[in-house]
């Protein structure tokens, strides 16, 4: 059962505006949240993280938006550029200290 | 060189056979996972280790076995492969509790015919 969610397989957005990848999860243990970008041939790198004490986390271009209440996360990219084409996953995990459950993955497309 | 090495990177084999993809590490990480990757379903945990001496079955588990030689080596086996165990296998460390980041190798595409 997908206790991670990434209802988007694929998104194409134009180089220099925004996009913006959903998550939702499902298991309310949940209260570290990660993502992690896949270029093909190559493992996913980790990207941005939030714990459920914050909900909004910003590196540079990328932020990432907690929900708590909706149990949904969001990753946008300003500006999107097209060396963030890749393979985008969410993951979350407890304190518990298992392991991350992942997403499906949505891929994204940055057109020129 | 990578912080974490998979090999082998490709390997085609048949139905039945024995396979090992070997993963080692050079960060010093206690937390040892391997994930497969199938189109379309995402990262899905087969084992993982949080030391030398734990060992824990993921959610796919079934037609896998692993073994932790030390800590900067973990190996998934698949002692007789099927053709829907074709997939591609990545192996990840984590320093801690798995708050944090895992770090990963490039990953072993593997081929069951």
């Known amino acids: 059962d997908q206790q991670v969610k990434q209802n988007s397989p694929s998104l194409s957005v134009q180089e220099g505006r925004i996009s913006i990848l959903n998550c939702d999860y499902t298991n309310s243990m949940f209260d570290y949240f990660l993502w992690y970008k896949k270029y093909p041939a190559e493992g996913p790198t980790f990207l941005i993280s939030i714990s459920s004490i914050k909900d909004k986390n910003e590196d540079g271009r990328f932020t990432v938006f907690l929900n708590k209440s909706a149990k949904h996360l969001s990753l946008h990219i300003v500006p999107s550029q097209p060396g963030d084409s890749a393979v985008y996953f969410c993951?979350?995990?407890?304190?518990?200290?298992?392991?991350?459950?992942f997403g499906k993955g949505t891929s994204l497309l940055v057109t020129p | 060189d990578a912080d974490v090495t998979q090999t082998p990177r490709n390997r085609i084999t048949k139905t039945g056979k024995r396979i090992m993809l070997e993963c080692s590490q050079t960060?010093?990480?206690?937390?040892m996972y391997w994930y497969r990757q199938d189109p379309g379903l995402g990262l899905q945990l087969i084992y993982y280790s949080f030391d030398v001496k734990d060992i824990n079955k993921g959610e796919i588990s079934d037609g896998y076995s692993v073994s932790r030689q030390a800590q900067a080596k973990f190996s998934l086996s698949l002692e007789s492969a099927i053709p829907n165990q074709t997939a591609l296998y990545f192996c990840?460390?984590?320093?801690?509790?798995?708050?944090?980041?895992?770090?990963f190798g490039e990953g072993s595409r593997l081929t069951v015919l």
């Open positions: 993951a979350a995990s407890a304190y518990s200290g298992y392991a991350l459950n």
């Open positions: 960060k010093g990480h206690d937390r």
């Open positions: 990840a460390t984590s320093p801690g509790p798995t708050t944090g980041e895992l770090f």
